[in-house]
């Protein structure tokens, strides 16, 4: 095999961007693909060094050997295996109350960049927005300012490629600027990947924030969303996924008209389900992050939800330096912040844990049954669920099925205009389904 090119894209890649950035002689460039980016590869320019797949996480990953490289592992870490290892556990949100309430969680990821940079720590971010030319799609920036971060806040619920905007800033000749990172696990773990084989990531990206999730979702749950609602593509004039409070809504603004959709509303009705999902994040394990300096998710516990209408932030500090700025944005009074137990942050995060981390061997076994490619999980055995009940077996088995089919019916025009034609009422249900059906109680390995 010469090129990524090569790969089954659609069961291999995450759309990470690291095989375009580490490319030598540029013959790999991103772009859409059912709408999910991956690579275009130019066969006239490939010299087949192999570089690439050598750096593909969809490939290949192993957290384990990663973290003990990049997270300087030592006496002060836990390690578990749902969280990955880290040092502590916060629940936090920005005492800024502007930014608290317009992003998505508490602000925490935007108040940390923001206060990198105001104290030289950093000389730029790496963050995504909406395009403002394209407003439905997404657009990677090398934030300089305040400014801009703050208009790369809160949550973008479609296809994003952060590792590419790297490609332009270590061509800059004798760059030595420093920069945060901020990504999804899958993201996270191509950029290690990167730092691994190449040292101007790794002197030069220093601080990483790595965003919780469940799985992505295509352009095309968007568009479903927008036709249903009878919105023209080409008339919205912007669109964001979260802010206005928490948890937030979707807010659509066209020439003529704005709509807003409460987050819990269009999620569990058309993403929840896994519709418009990409088969790589079925196979992913990597809920928490575990590879980034500090993981950020939504605080979903009862005594959050109750009375907070605002936002706020589970934070997993991984690294010293994550700790060391923790505590002085609290001495600084720019967030507040106090320590929970592990128990807590896997109650916040419990049904997703259950389908991500709990029954996601079942899922790789299907592959393996229908000899489909998968990914190569070198620090995880499968031998765990050989010792599962025939009837833990059957419920997973054919949970991992439903999470398939719903993928495989969000990726054809028949699917999506059956799920546009489909009322919310039943879309729910059938997430609930999903849910019933998809997971599994976890237990170490």
């Known amino acids: 095999m ?11 890649c995450t759309g990470c961007g690291s095989c375009e950035v580490i490319c030598p002689v540029n013959a790999i460039k991103l772009g859409l693909d059912f709408d999910f980016y991956t690579p275009k590869v130019d066969n006239e320019l490939c010299v087949s060094c192999n570089k690439c797949l050598n750096i593909c996480p969809g490939l290949e990953i192993n957290n384990k050997k990663l973290s003990q490289k990049f997270l300087a592992i030592n ?19 920005s005492n800024n ?54 208009n790369a806040k809160t949550s973008k619920y479609c296809p994003t490629s952060p590792i590419t905007a790297l490609k332009k800033v270590k061509a800059q000749k004798k760059n030595n600027k420093k920069y ?19 040292e101007w990531f790794k002197n030069n990206i220093i601080f990483t924030i790595g965003l919780l999730c469940s799985h992505s979702v295509k352009y095309s749950g968007t568009r479903v969303i927008l036709d249903r609602l009878d919105f023209r593509k080409n008339k919205v ?66 005594e959050i939800i109750e009375k907070d209408d605002k936002g706020s932030s589970i934070m997993i500090s991984r690294t010293e330096f994550a700790e060391k700025i923790i505590k002085e944005m609290k001495n600084k009074n720019s967030i507040t912040a106090y ?72 990726s054809t025009l028949l699917g999506e205009l059956l799920i546009k034609k489909t009322s919310t009422r039943l879309l729910k249900k059938w997430s609930f389904f999903i849910y019933k059906f998809g997971g599994r109680k976890y237990h170490s390995d």
């Open 180 to 198: 945060a990172f901020v990504g999804l696990p899958c993201q996270i773990q191509g950029l290690r990947k990167l730092q691994e084989n190449d």
């Open 97 to 150: 109350s502007s930014l608290r309430f317009n992003a998505a969680s508490g602000g925490i990821a935007s108040h940390l960049l923001l206060f990198l940079l105001k104290n030289n720590y950093i000389d730029a971010a790496i963050v995504t927005k909406m395009d403002e030319k394209n407003p439905l799609m997404t657009k990677s920036i090398i934030a300089h300012s305040r400014e801009e971060i703050i």
């Open 237 to 302: 004039r912007q669109i964001q996924y979260r802010g206005q409070g928490w948890p937030g809504q979707l807010n659509i603004e066209a020439e003529k008209t704005k709509t807003s959709i409460p987050l819990d509303e269009y999620w569990e009705s058309y993403f929840a389900s896994y519709f418009f999902t990409p088969y790589r994040c079925i196979t992913c394990h990597d809920l928490m992050a575990e590879l980034a300096d500090i993981s950020l998710g939504d605080a979903w516990l009862n």
């Open 75 to 93: 006496v002060q870490h836990k390690s578990d295996y749902i969280l990955g290892n880290y040092i502590s556990n916060y629940i936090g949100y």
């Open 339 to 410: 320590k929970i137990n592990t128990e807590k942050i896997k109650e916040s995060q419990k049904e997703i844990i259950m389908r991500r981390k709990g029954a996601f061997k079942y899922r790789i076994e299907l592959l393996d049954f229908f000899n489909k490619p998968r990914p190569k999980y070198e620090d995880h055995s499968l031998e765990e669920i050989k010792n599962d009940s025939t009837k833990i077996k059957l419920k997973s088995y054919f949970g991992s099925f439903l999470i398939y089919l719903s993928a495989f019916l969000g």
């Open 2 to 12: 010469k090129h990524v090119g090569k790969l089954k894209l659609n069961y291999i």
